[in-house]
């Protein structure tokens, strides 16, 4: 099966910028997260949907973050204006996870890596 | 609020030893248990997903260990290799589909 896209692989912007980051889930897939994982830790959910409506989003910071899911399969993640400690990758996964179903590993994409000067 | 840690931040091993690297997790209400690997520059690879009900599983070499009620996880790597070196994170997951990750042990095997 086809894994998680990503792209882009690699953003340069500065502070104040705007920038997008665009994911494509496994197939079938009803759940879909973007994580932030700043170098050398563990990534940390930014927001959860379940087809296209949004789960959690208690750790996405709304004053500058945005995403959505249209139609229950790609989503985008939004960062406008960014700053400096925004500079980390941003992971996006899938899982089957959703009714009936709760025990289904997480697949993650290649995650893009933002640097904000 | 669920806590990971894993300990040690980094492991260098002697190719052909055994190992077992720790996770620790805080709220005993876990209803599973995940392991990754990261490569540099690369996303997060499951390796092995342990449900609450479960003690163990096992992959190739690879075995993880659930003890809920201590609230800790082992995985164990039989016979390393150079190419096991990488970055290895465990996620504790809730009902609702959300995972806790540790920050993870990297791993260096040495030929």
């Known amino acids: 099966e086809a894994g998680v896209a990503q792209s882009p692989r690699y953003k340069i912007i500065e502070k104040r910028q705007s920038v997008a980051f665009w994911c494509n889930p496994i197939?079938?897939?009803?759940?879909l997260y973007w994580y932030q994982q700043i170098l050398g830790q563990g990534p940390k959910l930014l927001i959860q949907?379940?087809?296209?409506?949004?789960?959690?989003d208690s750790q996405l910071p709304k004053d500058r973050f945005s995403a959505e899911r249209l139609k229950g399969v790609d989503s985008t993640l939004k960062i406008q204006p960014a700053k400096l400690e925004d500079s980390a990758v941003y992971l996006c996964?899938?899982?089957?996870?959703?009714?009936?179903?709760?025990?289904?590993?997480?697949?993650f994409g290649n995650g893009t890596r933002l640097t904000v000067t | 609020k669920q806590e990971v840690t894993q300990i040690p931040a980094a492991l260098s091993v002697p190719e052909g030893e055994n190992l077992v690297l720790n996770c620790s997790f805080t709220?005993?209400?876990?209803?599973?248990l995940q392991w990754f690997r990261q490569d540099p520059g690369k996303g997060l690879t499951s390796l092995l997903l342990?449900?609450?009900?479960?003690r163990e599983q096992t992959s190739g070499r690879l075995n993880a260990s659930l003890d809920k009620s201590s609230g800790r996880s082992t995985l164990y790597i039989a016979a390393s290799q150079p190419g096991d070196s990488a970055t290895y994170l465990c996620?504790?997951?809730?009902?609702?589909?959300?995972?806790?990750f540790g920050d993870g042990t990297t791993l260096t095997v040495k030929p």
């Open positions: 197939s079938g897939h009803a759940t």
């Open positions: 709220d005993s209400a876990i209803y599973n």
């Open positions: 996964a899938s899982s089957l996870t959703g009714t009936g179903v709760y025990n289904s590993p997480l697949h």
């Open positions: 949907f379940q087809n296209n409506g949004v789960v959690d």
């Open positions: 342990i449900q609450s009900s479960q």
């Open positions: 996620a504790g997951g809730t009902n609702a589909g959300k995972s806790t």
